[in-house]
Every structure is written in structure tokens, then in C-alpha cells.
């Protein structure tokens, strides 16, 4: 899959992946597992640029001793959301267009 296609869908992903609760990095990954994988080193970066995009805002609360980033997604963050199903629109049009070769000669 071309890189930054499967970068702005992780993007998509994570912001869903806060959409309806604040969530931590390890959870964050727990709750995409069952439909995409994502490693720490994928997911850090990932919310470092929403963060600077201010799609979400980062708090710091202390758990068992130590202090733990909690992720919570912004307005814009959620109008990304809704712009990407739009967007999810054309794209599967696009995909008709390229498989329907395989659907009309097959």
C-alpha cells in the first residue's frame, strides 16, 4: 500500500480510536488490534503530528507512580473524521472504476 495512503489512514484510525473516550497509547493499540495493526514506534509519531495539527490535545495523569499521556480528540479532530468518510466516498468509486474490468470480463 503506498506509505502516505496508509499513513493518513492510521491518522483516521487513531482519531476513531479516541473518538468516543480518552485513551492512552497502549490502549490505543489494544482497541485498533482487531482491525489494524499498529506498533508503539508507528503510533507515538502518529500522535505527535495530530497533536501539532491540533486534531487532539495531550494531558498527563499520574497511574501506579508514573505519569501517563492521556489523548483527547478535538473538534477539528472529529470535523477529520467526518471529512475522511467523504472522502472514503471517491475513493470507493475509484475502486469500482479500477476493478470493474474483473467484475464486467469475469
Not at 494531558?59 to 499521556?69: F, V
Request: net charge negative; charged share 30%; glycine share 4%.
Amino acid at each position: 500500500m503506498d506509505i502516505q495512503l496508509k499513513r493518513g489512514l492510521l491518522e483516521v484510525c487513531v482519531l476513531a480510536a479516541i473518538k468516543d473516550a480518552d485513551s492512552y497509547g497502549y490502549q490505543i493499540i489494544k482497541d485498533m488490534k482487531p482491525y489494524v495493526e499498529i506498533s508503539e514506534s508507528t503510533l507515538y509519531p502518529i500522535l505527535r503530528r495530530l497533536e501539532a495539527a491540533e486534531l487532539l490535545t495531550v494531558r498527563s495523569i499520574e497511574h501506579s507512580g508514573r505519569l501517563r499521556k492521556y489523548y483527547h480528540i478535538t473538534p477539528a479532530g472529529l470535523e477529520r473524521i467526518e471529512a475522511f468518510r467523504e472522502e472514503w466516498k471517491e475513493i470507493l468509486r475509484i475502486y469500482q472504476f479500477i476493478t470493474r474490468e474483473e467484475t464486467d470480463h469475469g
